[in-house]
């Protein structure tokens, strides 16, 4: 009966029957029937079923320095605002090509006249505690920030504008003038919950404990932090927001671990320690192991690095001496050594993909005998250590033509190429090496230096007043080479009010011409970002960089673990 060769007795009779020849061939066989079956039947799995991003895993990074808090209004460098940006959204957020785009707002719409824009809100959103989301907590946190009080860095940003709460999804801001410049700063401030924050008194703002347990409506929820023996933060621990706004992240934990300087970030990701890494130049690109198991993203900035000249300085207060100073700098050699090529050199003040940059733009190019030339009509004269000097003064004291750089670390090896091309040429400079923190405390501030070696972020909308206005000389001002041209003050102070994008270039490209002439600085370069990221983790797309933490923007969307689904 057919049935008999489903019984285990039939088979044990049959086997018994064989010989050792006949068994063997039997038993090959057997795994070549047992072989096909498995390998069509995979193929059929495969065939009928596709890999998707499933839930799960832990994702680790290395930040190269230390967050103070995780307080969106209180952010004072990345690390503080790569945090805040998992942890907290903004009305606005650029997206992976570098473009604004909805985060809290749904949409908004500005008044013909420049002053009023109206912003709506996504509905249905609520806090990590559960709370719900509302116009409220945005008028809550600009007011905050507007309050000198709450010592927010953003408070310049911020002055003069109304917010109110028109109902609980509208908000409006007014201004007093137009600002064409402004949309950039609806993506540039967490929104901070009203119900957590209206308790705390101004004055203990800064050390209320809700900085280091912070409650936002981002993508990952705070979970833990660790300190060293010195308080310093080292990690933060974050976890997946099941009922965020734009998506459930696929990723279930974030790790960020926060690093003294970003060669010991580097150093963590060769030992496997993190998984991804941000470096803010290429400067250490060539340090990194492993990058044929990795994702490298070169992604442009909108940052201007410079030697920013002192032009209150008894010598770089001088035209010429600027002039020959930037001469004898070798952008395309510091471009390529550091950086290999991963950017772009700088003709002016201005980041090259902006409005306001042109091709008829003129830079200041390598010419070291243009820097003797000058220097030498001008009666300076080397002496015998080949540095040049001059009798200065009513009483002809003999002056060495000899400045100080300050700069941080992470810029130490471009401050080195230009103090030995400076030094190539007769003139001679000084290394001042710091932490950013002493730097932006010490002579940010006080404008304390003869030349400051930095980089200055621009966001998508140009705005350039906050750099070189006269205005901005003094803190919070970051006009670094304390430059002061009325034609200029009136160039900015007129493309504030210009909506039209062609006028507002044209008005940008005059005021790099203005400045260009009055050299107040030695424009160096501009900067690609380096992301790189272990291939396990899947799903990131950046293409540009308007501000670092913008390579979160849809992270959410990235994964690492997978599964199989049918068709």
Do not use: C
């Not at 995979?42 to 596709?50: A, D, M, S």
């Not at 709370?131 to 809550?140: A, G, L, R, T, W």
């Not at 501030?445 to 400051?452: G, L, P, S, V």
């Amino acid at each position: 009966m057919p049935h008999s060769y489903f019984k285990l007795n039939y088979w044990i009779k049959f086997w018994k029957h064989l010989n050792f020849k006949e068994k063997i061939w039997f038993g090959i066989f057997s795994v070549v029937i047992l072989f096909s079956i498995s390998f069509l039947i995979g193929n059929f799995y495969q065939y009928r079923t596709k890999t998707i991003p499933a839930k799960g895993g832990t994702y680790v990074e290395a930040i190269s320095e230390s967050p103070h808090n995780f307080n969106p209004i209180l952010s004072i460098n990345d690390a503080d605002r790569d945090a805040t940006r998992l942890i907290f959204s903004s009305l606005l957020k650029y997206n992976e090509q570098g473009e604004l785009m909805p985060d809290l707002a749904s949409s908004y719409d500005v008044s013909k006249d420049g002053k009023n824009y109206i912003v709506k809100l996504k509905s249905g959103i609520t806090w990590h505690d559960g709370e719900p989301f509302s116009s409220e907590d945005v008028v809550f946190t600009i007011n905050a920030i507007q309050n000198s009080e709450y010592a927010s860095p953003l408070r310049n940003s911020w002055q003069g504008i109304k917010a109110e709460a028109i109902d609980a999804n509208t908000v409006v801001l007014t201004l007093k003038t137009p600002y064409a410049a402004f949309t950039p700063n609806l993506a540039l401030i967490g929104i901070l919950p009203k119900h957590i924050w209206k308790t705390v008194m101004p004055q203990n703002f800064p050390l209320a404990e809700f900085n280091l347990k912070p409650i936002g409506t981002g993508p990952y929820k705070f979970v833990k932090l660790q300190k060293d023996s010195l308080g310093r933060i080292i990690s933060l621990n974050l976890s997946a927001n099941e009922s965020y706004f734009s998506g459930i992240p696929l990723i279930k934990n974030i790790i960020l671990r926060f690093y003294l300087s970003e060669e010991e970030a580097v150093s963590a990701f060769n030992r496997k320690e993190v998984d991804g890494i941000l470096l803010q130049t290429a400067q250490n690109k060539n340090q990194i192991r492993g990058l044929n198991n990795s994702q490298l993203f070169s992604l442009p900035s909108l940052r201007i690095y410079g030697l920013f000249l002192n032009t209150d300085h008894k010598l770089l207060g001088a035209e010429y001496i600027r002039k020959a100073v930037n001469y004898a700098i070798d952008r395309e050699e510091i471009l390529n050594k550091i950086f290999s090529g991963d950017g772009t050199i700088a003709m002016g003040p201005i980041p090259p993909t902006l409005p306001g940059s042109s091709p008829n733009l003129v830079g200041y190019s390598f010419n070291p005998k243009e820097t003797i030339a000058i220097l030498e009509k001008n009666k300076w004269v080397k002496n015998n250590e080949e540095i040049y000097e001059k009798k200065i003064g009513k009483d002809q004291e003999t002056t060495l033509l000899k400045f100080s750089i300050i700069t941080t670390k992470s810029i130490q090896l471009a401050a080195t190429m230009i103090r030995d091309y400076l030094k190539n040429v007769g003139i001679e400079s000084e290394l001042k090496i710091m932490s950013l923190g002493e730097l932006q405390q010490n002579y940010l501030k006080t404008k304390n230096y003869d030349a400051i070696l930095i980089g200055e972020s621009y966001t998508d909308a140009t705005d350039p007043y906050v750099f070189w206005h006269g205005a901005a000389i003094k803190d919070p001002g970051l006009n670094l080479s304390l430059y002061n041209n009325k034609k200029v003050n009136k160039i900015l102070e007129d493309v504030r009010l210009i909506s039209d994008p062609i006028k507002r270039a044209l008005k940008l490209e005059e005021f790099q011409n203005i400045v260009l002439g009055d050299v107040p600085a030695a424009f160096l370069y501009s900067p690609n970002y380096i992301y790189v990221v272990k291939n396990n983790v899947k799903n990131i797309n950046i293409f540009k960089l308007n501000v670092s933490s913008a390579r979160y923007s849809k992270i959410n969307e990235w994964s690492i673990e997978t599964e199989r689904v049918w068709k």
